[in-house]
């Protein structure tokens, strides 16, 4: 059975908070706010609460965390570093290099600082020239970072795949601190002097094993961590960043000179031609771009090899550099199982999403009745994404681009005072009550926005709910107040009432 036969639709329901004002809403929304005083809360529940309900019209958006990259090469002890920074086992450890193979972030704490800790890896078993693959996932790590630890095996010394970490840390900006791994005991402190020779100023020795060194590591660090991240929220102000993605040889490029109105990037029917981004501001609709087209995607990162690798890692950095992401499909071809891989890391990345259906210049009827029916079958996930049908080779429509990329991001930055999206809750709750699971039905209790890009909310309830029933509330949310071209992301946290008091 499908969600849409569990939960029918609503038609009035768009009425109903139409018709409440805004004061009325705000008044239901603290009495709900009230009766979570009932309920164990954490700071950070705190802080989204008090944040939502200071303002009821603007978003307040939290402090962004400032980022702190381990960069190093493989099996220098990056991961138990950050399990040791972290005072627990996140982060997987074993001797043997390479377990760590993506760039995964978490939340850490020194001295009463937050801030958020980015494990970093890259060697792969069947990747060519691994030093560049190496190099590779250290610098998009550091361009995403406010500042860096160089993590170095201090036993074994500089290697020479150091020493090209390092040349492409001096081309940044980003303020590094060596960090001499394994070192153990005072007595190994001579090998952590050898280091001074890198060029990056004073070794730090510490034992990621034993915790030894580790606390001075940190009290530096905060030193050179700025209070607020200047790279992990995406800019406000200027041109709004697109980035263009899709397949090898969709028209990637093509889409991006025909924009420009020049031959900014090469293009060629050779598949691939494209390897690092290329960053063009453009001015299309009246309004100035910054568009990047990016590498075509082949397939998994973790089965491509040599230059193939590295332009998929950078291609996943400018995304996350993106406000919106154009993905290019090519109308000739079946969407494929990579199309839709691609979309869905955009959707992972939380960025809004503009559809291109590109050649559409070539399409005939017959293959017109098919791909209505993939874009059913397949795209069904993204049928709230914008669609344009355009000729990246002729310029065929791309005018219908910006109106597509400015829905797009409107929907993206909407904000849903904190009064009418529990008011919404509380009538969608009422017509359609959670299911009961394990002789208990799960209630949400208050309801906010915390924050956008993309809309996120928050819902604080009696107990877990079911991924259909938050599939539900999504659906709701888009036929209310539309989100076309965004994600929305909804999360929980499940409160206990409290204990009666000794």
């Given amino acids: 059975m499908s969600d849409n036969d569990d939960f029918p639709e609503m038609p009035d329901l768009y009425d109903k908070l139409e018709a409440l004002s805004d004061e009325e809403a705000s008044v239901r929304a603290e009495s709900l706010r009230q009766g979570l005083a009932d309920y164990d809360l954490d700071e950070d529940d705190i802080a989204i609460i008090e944040a939502r309900l200071g303002d009821s019209t603007e978003v307040i958006e939290l402090p962004a965390l400032p980022v702190l990259a381990i960069v190093g090469r493989p099996n220098v002890g990056k991961s138990a570093l950050v399990n040791r920074i972290l005072g627990r086992r996140e982060a997987v450890v074993e001797d043997t290099?390479?377990?760590?193979?993506?760039?995964?972030s978490y939340k850490a704490e020194w001295n009463d600082r937050k801030f958020t800790?980015?494990?970093?890896?890259?060697?792969?078993?069947?990747?060519?020239?691994?030093?560049?693959s190496v190099a590779a996932q250290a610098e998009i790590a550091i361009e995403l970072a406010d500042a860096v630890l160089f993590v170095v095996d201090a036993v074994v010394g500089a290697t020479a795949t150091d020493e090209r970490v390092v040349k492409m840390l001096r081309s940044t900006n980003r303020p590094v601190i060596l960090v001499a791994n394994k070192v153990d005991d005072p007595r190994m402190e001579v090998e952590a002097a050898a280091l001074w020779s890198l060029g990056l100023?004073?070794?730090?020795?510490?034992?990621?094993?034993?915790?030894?060194?580790?606390?001075?590591?940190?009290?530096?660090?905060?030193?050179?961590?700025?209070?607020v991240s200047a790279?992990?929220?995406?800019?406000?102000?200027?041109?709004?960043?697109?980035?263009?993605?899709?397949?090898?040889n969709v028209g990637k490029s093509s889409?991006?000179?025909?924009?420009?109105?020049?031959?900014?990037?090469?293009?060629?029917?050779?598949?691939?031609?494209?390897?690092?981004?290329?960053?063009?501001q453009i001015e299309l609709g009246g309004k100035v771009w910054r568009f990047v087209d990016t590498a075509g995607i082949r397939r998994r990162v973790h089965l491509q090899q040599g230059a193939d690798f590295y332009a998929s890692?950078?291609?996943?950095?400018?995304?996350?550099?993106?406000?919106?992401?154009?993905?290019?499909?090519?109308?000739?071809?079946?969407?494929?199982?990579?199309?839709?891989?691609?979309?869905?890391?955009?959707?992972?990345?939380?960025?809004?999403?503009?559809?291109?259906?590109?050649?559409?210049?070539?399409?005939?009827?017959?293959?017109?009745?098919?791909?209505?029916?993939?874009?059913?079958?397949?795209?069904?996930?993204?049928?709230?994404?914008?669609?344009?049908?355009?000729?990246a080779r002729t310029g065929r429509h791309l005018e219908k681009l910006v109106p597509a990329l400015e829905l797009a991001l409107e929907s993206w930055d909407t904000r849903i005072p904190t009064g009418k999206f529990n008011a919404f809750i509380s009538e969608l709750a009422m017509a359609h009550p959670h299911p009961v699971r394990g002789g208990k039905q799960p209630r949400v209790l208050f309801g906010t926005q915390a924050s956008t890009r993309p809309p996120t909310f928050v819902l604080f309830t009696t107990g877990f709910l079911d991924p259909q029933y938050r599939r539900f509330i999504t659906r709701r949310l888009r036929e209310v107040w539309g989100f076309e071209g965004s994600p929305i992301q909804v999360n929980m946290r499940v409160r206990e009432r409290r204990g009666p008091k000794k």
């Fill in 97 to 104: 290099p390479g377990v760590t193979r993506d760039r995964v």
């Fill in 201 to 227: 100023g004073e070794p730090y020795p510490v034992s990621a094993l034993h915790g030894r060194g580790v606390y001075d590591l940190l009290d530096a660090a905060m030193k050179i961590l700025p209070s």
């Fill in 117 to 132: 800790i980015v494990d970093t890896g890259g060697w792969e078993p069947d990747a060519r020239g691994i030093d560049a």
């Fill in 231 to 248: 790279v992990a929220k995406t800019e406000i102000g200027g041109p709004r960043r697109v980035a263009i993605l899709g397949r090898p």
């Fill in 313 to 391: 890692l950078r291609t996943a950095a400018a995304l996350e550099k993106a406000e919106v992401a154009v993905v290019v499909l090519d109308v000739t071809e079946p969407v494929s199982e990579q199309d839709i891989r691609i979309i869905d890391m955009v959707l992972e990345s939380g960025r809004s999403l503009v559809l291109a259906f590109n050649k559409w210049d070539l399409l005939d009827d017959d293959r017109r009745r098919y791909l209505e029916r993939e874009i059913e079958q397949d795209l069904a996930h993204v049928a709230w994404a914008p669609r344009v049908n355009i000729s």
């Fill in 255 to 280: 889409l991006l000179n025909k924009a420009a109105g020049e031959e900014r990037v090469v293009v060629n029917e050779l598949a691939g031609t494209t390897r690092d981004p290329i960053d063009e």
